[in-house]
């Protein structure tokens, strides 16, 4: 089988690398905090310890688990995000202070709702950016419509969408503050979280059958990770962090 090395008891080759650099399955199981019993029963690097296993072997986690080069360097860009969010915090001077916000469409809070200000420039610079990207302004954003024509978003609603994805998957704001401000429910702000990941990553290949995924009951095609987004976040990161 391909990445097996041939008498290493099954061991795909990033294991074996990674039990090599560590100097034996001890001293590996050690700096994953798992019993050497369990490492020495593996077949490959399971995917929540591979960071753990580079660390205590000093081999890189993308030869540890290349087949999960594209989850490796997500969950390194998310790193850099929650770098870039504690930059902005410090810049902006707005941790840990609130204010009182009120929204002609924040219907659940119809007298203002108590907010931090530290989410609030999250929406904002999200709003922002998003205004830029796609030649809007930022009441456009705010105003669109709730509701789609014929199903098919308008390029103001697209517009929300994406800035509510990018508050709450990069600037780590709760998904019930960005409904409030927006006025739109949560399950709306969820729903446009879980489709910008879904995009910009791509499908688990682990999760895959015959090259198809399960969703909403149904099989379809694998999609591939959009580098389009990527390149977008980045440089809202980079905004957030004061690159740019």
Known sequence: MRGVIEGSK?????????????????????????????VSRWRKVPRELVFKAALASGVPA????????GWIKAA???????????????????DGATAKVKSARDHAAPDGRTMDLLDLGLITAAMRFVASERGLTV???????????GGSPTPEQSA????????????????????????????????AAERY?????????????????????????IKEADPALWDAERRFVGQLAGDA
């Open 139 to 149: 009441g456009a954003i705010i105003g669109a419509a709730r509701g789609g024509a």
């Open 10 to 38: 099954g061991r795909e080759a990033g294991l074996v690398l990674a039990i090599d650099g560590a100097r034996g399955v001890r001293p590996l199981a050690r700096g994953v905090g798992r019993p050497a019993s369990c």
């Open 160 to 191: 929300r969408s994406w800035a509510m994805a990018l508050a709450v998957n990069v600037g780590r704001v709760n998904s019930e503050t960005v409904a409030g401000l927006m006025g739109v429910t949560r399950q709306a702000v969820d729903n």
């Open 197 to 221: 990941l879904r995009a910009r990553d791509g499908d688990d290949v682990e999760e895959a059958e015959a090259g198809k995924v399960m969703e909403r009951g149904r099989a379809r095609r």
């Open 76 to 94: 390194r860009e998310r790193e850099w995000m929650d770098r870039a969010r504690a930059r902005f915090a410090i810049r902006s001077g707005f």
């Open 62 to 69: 993308e030869e540890i688990r290349p087949d999960l080069a």
